[in-house]
Protein backbone atom coordinates (compact mmCIF):
# COMPACT_ATOMS: atom_id res chain seq x y z
CA UNK A 1 0.00 0.00 0.00
CA UNK A 2 1.10 3.82 -1.01
CA UNK A 3 2.45 6.10 2.18
CA UNK A 4 1.14 9.10 2.10
CA UNK A 5 2.98 11.93 0.59
CA UNK A 6 0.61 14.80 1.44
CA UNK A 7 -0.60 15.21 5.05
CA UNK A 8 -2.41 18.79 5.77
CA UNK A 9 -4.07 18.82 9.77
CA UNK A 10 -6.30 20.79 10.42
CA UNK A 11 -4.80 23.77 8.13
CA UNK A 12 -6.02 27.13 8.53
CA UNK A 13 -5.41 30.53 6.40
CA UNK A 14 -6.63 33.94 7.76
CA UNK A 15 -6.15 37.69 6.17
CA UNK A 16 -6.44 40.59 8.10
CA UNK A 17 -8.93 43.27 5.62
CA UNK A 18 -8.32 46.92 6.19
CA UNK A 19 -11.12 49.62 5.52
CA UNK A 20 -10.43 53.04 5.94
CA UNK A 21 -13.62 54.67 4.75
CA UNK A 22 -14.50 55.53 1.37
CA UNK A 23 -12.20 58.01 -0.88
CA UNK A 24 -13.12 60.80 -2.67
CA UNK A 25 -12.85 61.98 -6.76
CA UNK A 26 -10.91 64.37 -8.18
CA UNK A 27 -8.99 66.80 -5.65
CA UNK A 28 -7.42 69.83 -6.07
CA UNK A 29 -4.02 70.10 -4.11
CA UNK A 30 -5.43 72.59 -1.50
CA UNK A 31 -8.26 70.08 -0.43
CA UNK A 32 -4.71 67.50 -0.07
CA UNK A 33 -3.65 70.40 2.56
CA UNK A 34 -5.87 70.82 4.31
CA UNK A 35 -7.05 67.00 4.90
CA UNK A 36 -3.11 66.37 5.65
CA UNK A 37 -3.44 65.97 9.00
CA UNK A 38 -6.67 63.81 8.85
CA UNK A 39 -4.60 61.09 6.30
CA UNK A 40 -1.55 61.37 8.02
CA UNK A 41 -4.07 60.02 11.21
CA UNK A 42 -4.98 57.41 9.26
CA UNK A 43 -2.18 56.40 8.29
CA UNK A 44 -1.13 55.42 11.41
CA UNK A 45 -4.02 53.45 12.38
CA UNK A 46 -6.88 56.15 13.31
CA UNK A 47 -10.03 55.84 11.74
CA UNK A 48 -9.42 52.49 10.19
CA UNK A 49 -11.26 48.91 10.46
CA UNK A 50 -9.92 45.94 10.14
CA UNK A 51 -11.69 42.54 9.60
CA UNK A 52 -10.81 39.14 9.47
CA UNK A 53 -11.03 36.64 6.64
CA UNK A 54 -10.36 32.94 7.27
CA UNK A 55 -9.52 31.76 3.85
CA UNK A 56 -9.67 28.39 4.73
CA UNK A 57 -10.69 26.79 8.46
CA UNK A 58 -9.82 23.45 9.53
CA UNK A 59 -8.58 21.28 6.67
CA UNK A 60 -7.31 18.17 6.90
CA UNK A 61 -6.62 14.84 4.12
CA UNK A 62 -4.15 12.90 3.39
CA UNK A 63 -2.91 12.12 -0.37
CA UNK A 64 -1.37 9.20 -1.07
CA UNK A 65 1.89 8.78 -3.49
CA UNK A 66 0.81 8.17 -7.32
CA UNK A 67 -2.62 9.24 -6.38
CA UNK A 68 -4.47 12.32 -8.87
CA UNK A 69 -6.59 14.42 -6.57
CA UNK A 70 -9.39 17.08 -7.87
CA UNK A 71 -10.02 20.19 -5.87
CA UNK A 72 -13.42 21.95 -7.00
CA UNK A 73 -15.60 24.28 -5.59
CA UNK A 74 -16.63 27.69 -5.99
CA UNK A 75 -14.94 31.00 -6.21
CA UNK A 76 -13.64 31.79 -3.68
CA UNK A 77 -13.97 28.96 -1.85
CA UNK A 78 -10.27 28.18 -0.72
CA UNK A 79 -8.91 25.95 -3.66
CA UNK A 80 -5.55 28.21 -4.74
CA UNK A 81 -4.71 29.26 -1.13
CA UNK A 82 -4.49 26.04 -0.46
CA UNK A 83 -2.32 25.17 -3.57
CA UNK A 84 -0.29 28.33 -2.13
CA UNK A 85 0.50 27.33 1.40
CA UNK A 86 1.61 23.47 -0.45
CA UNK A 87 3.77 25.33 -3.01
CA UNK A 88 5.30 27.47 0.29
CA UNK A 89 4.22 30.50 -1.51
CA UNK A 90 2.42 31.23 1.89
CA UNK A 91 2.70 30.12 5.20
CA UNK A 92 -0.63 28.80 7.62
CA UNK A 93 -1.64 30.92 9.60
CA UNK A 94 -3.06 27.84 11.98
CA UNK A 95 -2.50 23.91 11.39
CA UNK A 96 0.73 22.29 9.56
CA UNK A 97 1.37 20.06 6.52
CA UNK A 98 3.85 17.50 5.97
CA UNK A 99 5.01 17.41 2.32
CA UNK A 100 7.74 14.23 1.20
CA UNK A 101 9.16 15.11 -1.72
CA UNK A 102 9.98 17.47 -4.19
CA UNK A 103 6.97 19.68 -5.25
CA UNK A 104 6.74 21.29 -8.61
CA UNK A 105 3.60 23.66 -9.66
CA UNK A 106 2.23 26.21 -11.72
CA UNK A 107 -0.49 28.36 -10.35
CA UNK A 108 -1.00 30.88 -12.50
CA UNK A 109 0.68 32.26 -15.64
CA UNK A 110 4.35 32.72 -15.20
CA UNK A 111 4.22 31.53 -12.17
CA UNK A 112 8.29 31.37 -10.86
CA UNK A 113 9.92 32.76 -14.38
CA UNK A 114 11.95 35.85 -14.43
CA UNK A 115 10.23 38.25 -17.19
CA UNK A 116 13.86 39.12 -18.36
CA UNK A 117 15.18 35.93 -18.92
CA UNK A 118 14.81 33.81 -21.74
CA UNK A 119 12.85 30.25 -21.73
CA UNK A 120 16.25 28.50 -22.50
CA UNK A 121 17.45 30.52 -19.00
CA UNK A 122 14.08 30.08 -17.21
CA UNK A 123 13.83 26.22 -17.79
CA UNK A 124 17.19 25.68 -16.47
CA UNK A 125 16.34 28.73 -13.31
CA UNK A 126 13.51 26.74 -12.79
CA UNK A 127 15.30 23.15 -12.52
CA UNK A 128 17.57 25.09 -10.42
CA UNK A 129 15.28 25.53 -7.78
CA UNK A 130 13.93 22.36 -7.34
CA UNK A 131 17.53 21.24 -6.62
CA UNK A 132 18.29 19.30 -10.30
CA UNK A 133 21.75 19.58 -11.26
CA UNK A 134 22.23 21.43 -14.92
CA UNK A 135 22.68 18.09 -16.13
CA UNK A 136 19.69 16.16 -15.22
CA UNK A 137 17.58 19.47 -16.96
CA UNK A 138 19.78 19.24 -20.11
CA UNK A 139 18.16 15.98 -20.49
CA UNK A 140 14.99 17.29 -20.49
CA UNK A 141 15.12 19.92 -22.18
CA UNK A 142 14.23 19.34 -25.57
CA UNK A 143 11.00 16.81 -24.39
CA UNK A 144 10.21 20.31 -22.25
CA UNK A 145 10.64 22.44 -25.48
CA UNK A 146 9.07 20.02 -27.96
CA UNK A 147 5.79 19.86 -25.18
CA UNK A 148 5.59 23.64 -25.32
CA UNK A 149 6.24 24.62 -28.61
CA UNK A 150 8.20 27.79 -28.66
CA UNK A 151 11.11 26.78 -30.34
CA UNK A 152 11.06 29.66 -32.39
CA UNK A 153 11.16 31.91 -29.42
CA UNK A 154 13.44 29.96 -27.13
CA UNK A 155 15.60 32.91 -27.00
CA UNK A 156 13.05 35.67 -26.62
CA UNK A 157 12.60 37.37 -22.78
CA UNK A 158 9.89 35.77 -21.63
CA UNK A 159 8.48 38.98 -20.90
CA UNK A 160 7.36 39.25 -24.80
CA UNK A 161 5.35 35.47 -24.53
CA UNK A 162 1.75 35.85 -24.96
CA UNK A 163 -0.28 33.95 -21.96
CA UNK A 164 -0.80 30.76 -24.18
CA UNK A 165 2.85 30.87 -24.20
CA UNK A 166 3.78 31.19 -20.82
CA UNK A 167 1.24 28.53 -19.87
CA UNK A 168 2.62 25.80 -22.52
CA UNK A 169 5.77 26.95 -21.12
CA UNK A 170 5.09 26.42 -17.21
CA UNK A 171 3.30 23.39 -17.44
CA UNK A 172 5.83 21.89 -19.65
CA UNK A 173 8.87 22.62 -17.32
CA UNK A 174 6.41 21.36 -14.22
CA UNK A 175 5.35 18.15 -15.47
CA UNK A 176 8.90 17.24 -17.57
CA UNK A 177 11.45 17.78 -14.50
CA UNK A 178 11.79 15.42 -11.62
CA UNK A 179 9.39 16.36 -9.39
CA UNK A 180 7.21 14.03 -6.81
CA UNK A 181 4.73 15.90 -6.58
CA UNK A 182 2.65 18.33 -8.99
CA UNK A 183 0.36 21.14 -8.66
CA UNK A 184 -1.93 22.56 -11.00
CA UNK A 185 -3.89 25.47 -10.55
CA UNK A 186 -6.79 26.05 -13.66
CA UNK A 187 -3.62 25.01 -16.52
CA UNK A 188 -6.92 24.42 -18.71
CA UNK A 189 -8.01 27.53 -18.55
CA UNK A 190 -5.65 29.20 -20.78
CA UNK A 191 -4.24 27.51 -24.15
CA UNK A 192 -6.71 25.72 -27.56
CA UNK A 193 -8.22 22.57 -27.31
CA UNK A 194 -5.16 20.58 -28.97
CA UNK A 195 -2.63 22.30 -26.00
CA UNK A 196 -5.70 21.02 -23.00
CA UNK A 197 -5.83 17.62 -24.66
CA UNK A 198 -2.16 17.13 -24.50
CA UNK A 199 -1.94 18.54 -20.55
CA UNK A 200 -4.93 16.21 -19.81
CA UNK A 201 -3.01 13.44 -21.62
CA UNK A 202 0.43 13.73 -20.14
CA UNK A 203 -1.33 14.59 -16.40
CA UNK A 204 -2.30 11.30 -17.15
CA UNK A 205 0.48 9.73 -17.69
CA UNK A 206 2.89 11.28 -15.14
CA UNK A 207 0.32 9.80 -12.30
CA UNK A 208 0.85 6.31 -14.04
CA UNK A 209 4.24 7.36 -13.80
CA UNK A 210 3.63 6.77 -9.25
CA UNK A 211 3.88 10.90 -8.88
CA UNK A 212 1.46 12.42 -6.80
CA UNK A 213 -1.22 14.95 -8.98
CA UNK A 214 -3.02 17.82 -7.47
CA UNK A 215 -5.67 19.20 -9.80
CA UNK A 216 -7.44 22.13 -9.76
CA UNK A 217 -10.20 22.94 -12.60
CA UNK A 218 -13.31 24.37 -12.90
CA UNK A 219 -13.58 22.12 -15.96
CA UNK A 220 -15.62 19.25 -13.98
CA UNK A 221 -15.77 16.98 -16.74
CA UNK A 222 -11.80 16.63 -16.64
CA UNK A 223 -12.00 16.38 -12.58
CA UNK A 224 -14.27 13.41 -13.72
CA UNK A 225 -12.28 11.64 -15.61
CA UNK A 226 -8.78 12.13 -14.78
CA UNK A 227 -8.88 12.00 -10.80
CA UNK A 228 -9.89 9.05 -8.95
CA UNK A 229 -10.38 11.11 -5.76
CA UNK A 230 -12.07 14.90 -5.39
CA UNK A 231 -11.98 17.44 -2.59
CA UNK A 232 -14.89 19.58 -2.40
CA UNK A 233 -14.28 23.21 -0.74
CA UNK A 234 -16.98 25.40 0.29
CA UNK A 235 -16.12 28.66 2.25
CA UNK A 236 -13.09 27.54 3.34
CA UNK A 237 -13.51 24.30 4.57
CA UNK A 238 -13.60 20.32 3.15
CA UNK A 239 -17.77 19.81 2.28
CA UNK A 240 -17.00 16.21 0.71
CA UNK A 241 -14.15 13.79 0.09
CA UNK A 242 -13.88 11.00 -1.61
CA UNK A 243 -14.54 9.04 -5.42
CA UNK A 244 -14.49 12.03 -7.60
CA UNK A 245 -17.67 11.37 -9.85
CA UNK A 246 -19.66 11.46 -6.55
CA UNK A 247 -18.27 14.10 -5.34
CA UNK A 248 -18.84 16.13 -8.91
CA UNK A 249 -22.33 14.90 -8.71
CA UNK A 250 -22.58 16.11 -4.96
CA UNK A 251 -21.61 19.26 -6.14
CA UNK A 252 -23.66 19.55 -9.50
CA UNK A 253 -26.71 18.30 -7.12
CA UNK A 254 -25.75 21.52 -4.51
CA UNK A 255 -25.02 23.76 -7.70
CA UNK A 256 -28.65 22.66 -9.16
CA UNK A 257 -30.31 23.83 -5.84
CA UNK A 258 -29.64 27.37 -6.25
CA UNK A 259 -32.12 29.93 -7.67
CA UNK A 260 -32.09 29.97 -11.44
CA UNK A 261 -34.57 32.92 -11.08
CA UNK A 262 -34.35 36.27 -12.22
CA UNK A 263 -37.05 39.40 -11.90
CA UNK A 264 -38.48 41.49 -14.33
CA UNK A 265 -38.79 45.46 -13.93
CA UNK A 266 -42.72 46.69 -15.30
CA UNK A 267 -42.45 49.84 -17.27
CA UNK A 268 -45.16 51.95 -17.08
CA UNK A 269 -46.17 53.16 -20.30
CA UNK A 270 -45.57 50.01 -22.70
CA UNK A 271 -48.13 47.51 -23.78
CA UNK A 272 -46.56 44.51 -21.92
CA UNK A 273 -43.45 43.74 -20.19
CA UNK A 274 -42.09 40.48 -18.36
CA UNK A 275 -42.32 39.89 -14.64
CA UNK A 276 -39.77 37.23 -14.01
CA UNK A 277 -37.83 34.45 -15.17
CA UNK A 278 -36.79 31.07 -14.70
CA UNK A 279 -35.10 27.93 -15.44
CA UNK A 280 -36.63 24.09 -14.56
CA UNK A 281 -36.12 21.55 -15.37
CA UNK A 282 -38.60 18.70 -16.93
CA UNK A 283 -40.69 18.36 -13.27
CA UNK A 284 -40.48 21.95 -12.97
CA UNK A 285 -37.51 22.27 -10.39
CA UNK A 286 -35.90 25.40 -10.21
CA UNK A 287 -32.51 24.61 -11.71
CA UNK A 288 -29.51 27.04 -12.26
CA UNK A 289 -27.02 23.71 -13.55
CA UNK A 290 -27.65 21.17 -16.51
CA UNK A 291 -26.52 18.34 -18.09
CA UNK A 292 -24.96 18.45 -21.81
CA UNK A 293 -27.88 15.68 -23.00
CA UNK A 294 -30.72 17.70 -20.83
CA UNK A 295 -33.34 19.17 -22.09
CA UNK A 296 -33.62 23.34 -20.66
CA UNK A 297 -36.70 24.48 -19.74
CA UNK A 298 -37.32 28.60 -19.40
CA UNK A 299 -40.59 29.37 -17.99
CA UNK A 300 -41.79 33.26 -17.73
CA UNK A 301 -44.31 35.64 -16.38
CA UNK A 302 -45.67 38.40 -18.10
CA UNK A 303 -48.17 41.30 -17.85
CA UNK A 304 -50.48 42.22 -20.86
CA UNK A 305 -51.72 46.40 -20.47
CA UNK A 306 -52.51 46.48 -24.18
CA UNK A 307 -54.67 43.86 -26.18
CA UNK A 308 -52.55 42.50 -29.02
CA UNK A 309 -50.04 40.36 -31.03
CA UNK A 310 -46.97 39.73 -29.07
CA UNK A 311 -43.95 37.18 -29.43
CA UNK A 312 -41.20 35.19 -27.01
CA UNK A 313 -38.31 34.58 -28.10
CA UNK A 314 -35.69 33.03 -26.10
CA UNK A 315 -31.89 32.98 -26.57
CA UNK A 316 -28.85 31.04 -25.16
CA UNK A 317 -25.76 33.28 -25.36
CA UNK A 318 -21.69 32.45 -24.50
CA UNK A 319 -20.40 34.04 -21.24
CA UNK A 320 -18.99 36.78 -23.20
CA UNK A 321 -22.81 37.59 -24.32
CA UNK A 322 -21.92 36.41 -27.80
CA UNK A 323 -25.53 34.42 -29.32
CA UNK A 324 -25.38 30.65 -29.68
CA UNK A 325 -29.00 29.70 -29.74
CA UNK A 326 -32.22 31.72 -31.01
CA UNK A 327 -36.13 29.94 -30.93
CA UNK A 328 -38.51 32.66 -31.42
CA UNK A 329 -42.15 30.96 -31.00
CA UNK A 330 -43.24 32.37 -34.48
CA UNK A 331 -40.95 29.15 -36.13
CA UNK A 332 -42.64 26.90 -33.90
CA UNK A 333 -45.91 28.33 -34.49
CA UNK A 334 -46.94 29.10 -31.40
CA UNK A 335 -49.37 31.56 -30.51
CA UNK A 336 -48.54 33.99 -27.53
CA UNK A 337 -51.61 34.86 -25.65
CA UNK A 338 -52.13 38.89 -25.61
CA UNK A 339 -55.43 39.67 -23.53
CA UNK A 340 -55.19 41.51 -21.30
CA UNK A 341 -53.49 40.23 -17.83
CA UNK A 342 -50.87 38.16 -16.41
CA UNK A 343 -49.79 34.91 -18.32
CA UNK A 344 -47.31 32.42 -18.11
CA UNK A 345 -45.58 30.47 -20.31
CA UNK A 346 -42.72 27.87 -21.02
CA UNK A 347 -40.92 27.01 -23.85
CA UNK A 348 -38.40 23.69 -24.02
CA UNK A 349 -35.42 23.61 -25.61
CA UNK A 350 -33.92 19.87 -26.04
CA UNK A 351 -31.10 18.19 -26.42
CA UNK A 352 -28.65 21.60 -26.84
CA UNK A 353 -25.61 19.27 -26.05
CA UNK A 354 -23.52 22.36 -25.58
CA UNK A 355 -19.87 22.09 -24.51
CA UNK A 356 -19.63 22.30 -20.69
CA UNK A 357 -19.30 25.59 -19.23
CA UNK A 358 -21.26 28.95 -18.54
CA UNK A 359 -23.73 30.43 -20.24
CA UNK A 360 -26.78 33.38 -20.17
CA UNK A 361 -30.33 33.14 -21.24
CA UNK A 362 -32.34 35.71 -22.90
CA UNK A 363 -35.81 36.04 -22.98
CA UNK A 364 -37.44 38.52 -24.72
CA UNK A 365 -41.28 39.58 -25.37
CA UNK A 366 -41.97 41.84 -28.43
CA UNK A 367 -45.14 43.39 -29.47
CA UNK A 368 -45.54 42.74 -32.92
CA UNK A 369 -47.31 45.87 -34.27
CA UNK A 370 -44.99 48.07 -32.58
CA UNK A 371 -41.29 46.81 -32.14
CA UNK A 372 -41.69 47.45 -28.63
CA UNK A 373 -39.31 45.52 -26.51
CA UNK A 374 -39.09 43.85 -23.12
CA UNK A 375 -36.65 41.48 -22.19
CA UNK A 376 -35.01 40.18 -19.14
CA UNK A 377 -31.54 39.32 -19.61
CA UNK A 378 -28.37 37.31 -17.86
CA UNK A 379 -30.37 34.47 -16.58
CA UNK A 380 -26.91 32.37 -15.77
CA UNK A 381 -26.73 28.46 -15.81
CA UNK A 382 -23.92 25.74 -16.39
CA UNK A 383 -23.65 22.98 -18.69
CA UNK A 384 -22.12 19.91 -17.18
CA UNK A 385 -20.53 17.34 -19.02
CA UNK A 386 -22.76 14.05 -19.29
CA UNK A 387 -20.17 11.10 -18.65
CA UNK A 388 -22.80 8.52 -20.86
CA UNK A 389 -22.59 10.76 -23.48
CA UNK A 390 -18.67 10.82 -23.31
CA UNK A 391 -16.37 9.43 -21.31
CA UNK A 392 -13.41 11.38 -22.18
CA UNK A 393 -13.44 14.98 -20.76
CA UNK A 394 -14.37 18.06 -23.15
CA UNK A 395 -12.37 20.83 -23.36
CA UNK A 396 -14.42 23.74 -23.43
CA UNK A 397 -12.48 25.50 -26.39
CA UNK A 398 -13.36 22.51 -28.85
CA UNK A 399 -16.43 23.81 -29.96
CA UNK A 400 -19.88 24.85 -29.16
CA UNK A 401 -21.74 21.76 -29.95
CA UNK A 402 -20.89 18.26 -29.25
CA UNK A 403 -22.50 15.78 -31.92
CA UNK A 404 -21.80 11.91 -31.71
CA UNK A 405 -20.82 11.31 -35.78
CA UNK A 406 -21.77 8.41 -37.45
CA UNK A 407 -18.24 6.50 -38.77
CA UNK A 408 -17.58 3.74 -41.39
CA UNK A 409 -15.06 2.22 -43.21
CA UNK A 410 -15.72 2.10 -47.03
CA UNK A 411 -14.17 -0.18 -49.30
CA UNK A 412 -10.77 0.91 -51.27
CA UNK A 413 -11.21 2.85 -54.58
CA UNK A 414 -9.18 1.61 -57.53
CA UNK A 415 -6.42 4.08 -58.33
CA UNK A 416 -7.35 6.08 -61.11
Not at 159 to 167: A, I, L, P, R, V
Not at 238 to 255: C, F, I, K, Q
Not at 300 to 310: D, F, I, K
Request: net charge neutral; proline share 5%; hydrophobic share 40%.
Amino acid sequence: MSEPVICCDRLGKRYRLHHAGSRPGYRTLRDDLRSMPGRLASAFGAGRTQEEFWALREVSFTVNEGEVLGIIGRNGAGKSTLLKILSRITTPTEGGVDLRGRVGSLLEVGTGFHPELTGRENIYLSGAMLGMRRQEVRSRFDAIVAFAEVERFLDTPCKHFSSGMYTRLGFAVAAHLNTDILLFDEVLAVGDASFQQRCLGKMAEVAGGGRTVLFVSHNLGAVGSLCSRALWLDRGGVRNDGPSRAVVAAYLTDVSNQSGSVAGKPRTGEPAWLLSARLADPTGATRQAFSMSEPLRAECEYEVAETGAYTLSVQVKEFDFSPVVHCPSGDAGFTVPGAIGRHQVAVEVPDLQLYTGRYWLRIALTHTATGVQHEIDRLGFQIEQDFALCARPLPRQAGLVYRSARWSIQPPRPLA
